[in-house]
């Protein structure tokens, strides 16, 4: 083991002197970063989830002090490592790299209300505290919430992902999870297997409240994991930086301390062969990018940067044209969603109310044994009813989605298409569209039980117990009906509502790919014809030289990959001879 993490720390370090010499400062600065956390032990445990979770708070009841911001509004808009140090300190990465700075001044740089968009340029803040937790290479990482109305905090803790070596999931009651952070935790759970799922605050809700939500996200869980989530720990950060051992911390505690002393080796080798197979790849796409501008005639490569300006500078009036047709289809969608809604309705309430009632004229016990259980059965019938609604408008639903999706990215082809005819160059050099055309977001559906409206007055108890039994059981009956007719027309609508949501969400997801694909191959072709507009003023010989350079960085940053990986290496061989 010591000599292949000794190995691993020699390949970072190359492939920090090829990103180097290809004037990739901040690759550069990554894989020597990484290359230094292998030497000191240190393993990164991401604290993700939704915006207003709870992350920071958690963050800080774990060490013990008050040392990350929070607030009311969204907080973190920057990536924060918590690392064990002998006194508090605060390092800060910008473009130029690593500079101290004092502690009081943190907030200046990884709040969103003194840092807005991280316009301050911050890559990542490193905070070192003495915690007795984060002792054994153990990091905490803070990572701004997803799903708020700052598209860059969503943006920065997605960029994180592949440096995550475990995750503590911080989720909610209400809503218990959302669909940002299903496809966050997919997304983590693609790298490592290690997840913890925690429930915050938790002592803002009942335990009915509690359980209700932590039954819904182990079953969402375990259907998008495919395996089973483990335990959903209940804290209160809250009740612990005010002195107290909440619920379930002591095994949270418990548990981040045991995966500090049995997988830390495993950990920190699994990130050092992930960021090698990371940094090779980006390196050599790169390279491959820069070998076609050289290779191919300066006159081609002018043009095809001077169609890809023209088409950033017509992309948001094409996006707008594809939006409005895709809101058109999830128009369309939304009013057969609703008719199919009350179609429904009519059908299944009668036979559930004639269900319902022949379960209360047919049951025994006392009044509040038959009154807990007629309860229950509504709660029952109403979720296999809704149940059935959801899955026999779920496939026509994506269908009416698929459709849309279908034309928008026809359209972005044919767009592309004018784009490559205009460049009249090979159109290999240009990915494909994305192709992913239904829904692109999970479902995050959550029934509700309604609990609040079961409850009764003192005096309404005492009439019910004051009533004869036929009069009781009738008034049990109604009682019942009346609970699963709301519970059915409440969370069918949930149903009608997530589906629509899921294809906007959808739609949403599948433009916002395309808007990147149109930027990512236009920036790769300017930054490439820049760099062969000057090899060739300087003549054929320098062309010559910059070719062989490259090849021989590109070679060099394989040679790094395949020494360290195992199994087939998962980059393309270049193109360019």
């Given at each position: 083991?010591?000599?292949?993490?000794?190995?691993?720390?020699?390949?970072?370090?190359?492939?920090?002197?090829?990103?180097?010499?290809?004037?990739?400062?901040?690759?550069?600065?990554?894989?020597?970063?990484?290359?230094?956390?292998?030497?000191?032990?240190?393993?990164?445990?991401?604290?993700?989830?939704?915006?207003?979770?709870?992350?920071?708070?958690?963050?800080?009841?774990?060490?013990?002090?008050?040392?990350?911001?929070?607030?009311?509004?969204?907080?973190?808009?920057?990536?924060?490592?918590?690392?064990?140090?002998?006194?508090?300190?605060?390092?800060?990465?910008?473009?130029?790299?690593?500079?101290?700075?004092?502690?009081?001044?943190l907030a200046a740089y990884v709040t969103e209300q003194e840092n807005p968009g991280n316009t301050k340029r911050?890559?990542?803040?490193?905070?070192?505290?003495?915690?007795?937790?984060?002792?054994?290479?153990?990091?905490?990482?803070?990572?701004?919430?997803?799903?708020?109305?700052?598209?860059?905090?969503?943006?920065?803790?997605?960029?994180?992902?592949?440096?995550?070596?475990?995750?503590?999931?911080?989720?909610?009651?209400?809503?218990?999870?959302?669909?940002?952070?299903?496809?966050?935790?997919?997304?983590?759970?693609?790298?490592?297997?290690?997840?913890?799922?925690?429930?915050?605050?938790?002592?803002?809700?009942?335990?009915?409240?509690?359980?209700?939500?932590?039954?819904?996200?182990?079953?969402?869980?375990?259907?998008?994991?495919?395996?089973?989530p483990g335990s959903i720990l209940a804290v209160s950060a809250t009740e612990r930086l005010a002195g107290g051992?909440?619920?379930?911390?002591?095994?949270?505690?418990?548990?981040?301390?045991?995966?500090?002393?049995?997988?830390?080796?495993?950990?920190?080798?699994?990130?050092?062969?992930?960021?090698?197979?990371?940094?090779?790849?980006?390196?050599?796409?790169?390279?491959?990018?820069?070998?076609?501008?050289?290779?191919?005639?300066?006159?081609?490569?002018?043009?095809?940067?001077?169609?890809?300006?023209?088409?950033?500078?017509?992309?948001?009036?094409?996006?707008?044209?594809?939006?409005?047709?895709?809101?058109?289809?999830?128009?369309?969608?939304?009013?057969?969603?609703?008719?199919?809604?009350?179609?429904?309705?009519?059908?299944?309430?009668?036979?559930?109310?004639?269900?319902?009632?022949?379960?209360?004229?047919?049951?025994?016990?006392?009044?509040?044994?038959?009154?807990?259980?007629?309860?229950?059965?509504?709660?029952?019938?109403?979720?296999?009813?809704?149940?059935?609604?959801?899955a026999e408008e779920r496939p026509a639903a994506e269908e009416l989605h698929r459709i849309g999706a279908q034309?928008?990215?026809?359209?972005?082809?044919?767009?592309?298409?004018?784009?490559?005819?205009?460049?009249?160059?090979?159109?290999?050099?240009?990915?494909?569209?994305?192709?992913?055309?239904?829904?692109?977001?999970?479902?995050?559906?959550?029934?509700?039980?309604?609990?609040?409206?079961?409850?009764?007055?003192?005096?309404?108890?005492?009439?019910?117990?004051?009533?004869?039994?036929?009069?009781?059981?009738?008034?049990?009956?109604?009682?019942?009906?009346?609970?699963?007719?709301?519970?059915?027309?409440?969370?069918?609508?949930?149903?009608?509502?997530?589906?629509?949501?899921?294809?906007?969400?959808?739609?949403?997801?599948?433009?916002?790919?395309?808007?990147?694909?149109?930027?990512?191959?236009?920036?790769?072709?300017?930054?490439?014809?820049?760099?062969?507009?000057?090899?060739?003023?300087?003549?054929?010989?320098?062309?010559?030289?910059?070719?062989?350079?490259?090849?021989?960085?590109?070679?060099?940053?394989?040679?790094?990959?395949?020494?360290?990986?195992?199994?087939?290496?998962?980059?393309?061989?270049?193109?360019?001879?």
């Open positions: 083991m010591a000599i292949e993490s000794e190995r691993t720390r020699e390949g970072l370090t190359e492939l920090a002197a090829v990103a180097a010499e290809l004037g990739r400062a901040a690759l550069a600065r990554e894989a020597l970063d990484l290359a230094t956390r292998l030497s000191e032990g240190r393993f990164f445990v991401a604290c993700v989830g939704q915006f207003k979770r709870g992350k920071s708070s958690l963050v800080n009841a774990l060490v013990g002090a008050p040392i990350l911001p929070t607030g009311v509004a969204p907080v973190t808009s920057v990536v924060t490592v918590v690392r064990g140090g002998e006194r508090l300190a605060v390092r800060v990465e910008l473009p130029e790299g690593w500079t101290d700075v004092d502690p009081r001044l911050v890559d990542t803040v490193e905070v070192s505290v003495p915690s007795r937790l984060l002792r054994d290479g153990l990091c905490l990482v803070d990572t701004p919430g997803i799903g708020s109305v700052v598209a860059h905090n969503t943006a920065a803790t997605r960029a994180f992902v592949p440096h995550v070596d475990a995750a503590v999931v911080v989720l909610g009651v209400d809503p218990p999870i959302s669909a940002d952070e299903l496809t966050l935790i997919e997304e983590i759970a693609a790298q490592t297997e290690t997840l913890l799922f925690v429930l915050s605050k938790a002592d803002r809700f009942s335990n009915a409240e509690r359980h209700e939500a932590e039954v819904f996200t182990t079953r969402v869980l375990r259907e998008r994991l495919g395996r089973d051992t909440p619920r379930d911390w002591a095994c949270l505690e418990r548990t981040l301390a045991r995966l500090a002393r049995d997988s830390r080796q495993h950990l920190v080798a699994t990130a050092g062969l992930r960021g090698i197979r990371g940094l090779a790849d980006r390196l050599c796409r790169e390279i491959d990018e820069r070998l076609g501008a050289l290779l191919r005639p300066l006159e081609d490569s002018e043009r095809r940067v001077a169609a890809l300006s023209e088409c950033a500078a017509r992309a948001e009036e094409t996006l707008g044209d594809l939006r409005a047709l895709m809101a058109a289809e999830h128009q369309r969608l939304a009013r057969r969603l609703q008719a199919q809604q009350a179609a429904f309705l009519d059908r299944a309430l009668p036979a559930a109310r004639e269900a319902l009632a022949r379960f209360v004229r047919d049951g025994d016990g006392g009044r509040e044994v038959l009154r807990t259980r007629a309860l229950a059965e509504a709660r029952r019938l109403h979720r296999e009813l809704a149940e059935r609604w959801r034309r928008f990215v026809q359209l972005a082809d044919e767009f592309l298409e004018r784009l490559v005819d205009a460049i009249r160059s090979d159109a290999s050099g240009i990915p494909a569209m994305p192709v992913e055309v239904g829904f692109r977001v999970p479902s995050h559906l959550y029934y509700t039980n309604l609990l609040q409206v079961t409850g009764r007055s003192p005096l309404r108890w005492m009439l019910d117990q004051l009533r004869p039994a036929p009069y009781a059981r009738r008034a049990i009956g109604r009682e019942a009906t009346r609970y699963l007719e709301r519970l059915l027309t409440v969370n069918v609508s949930r149903v009608t509502n997530d589906l629509d949501e899921q294809a906007r969400a959808s739609g949403r997801d599948l433009e916002a790919e395309v808007r990147r694909h149109l930027r990512d191959i236009g920036e790769a072709a300017r930054r490439s014809l820049a760099d062969a507009r000057a090899q060739h003023a300087q003549g054929e010989d320098a062309v010559r030289q910059e070719v062989e350079r490259l090849r021989s960085l590109r070679a060099r940053a394989t040679i790094v990959a395949e020494t360290n990986l195992s199994g087939p290496l998962p980059l393309e061989a270049s193109s360019h001879g």
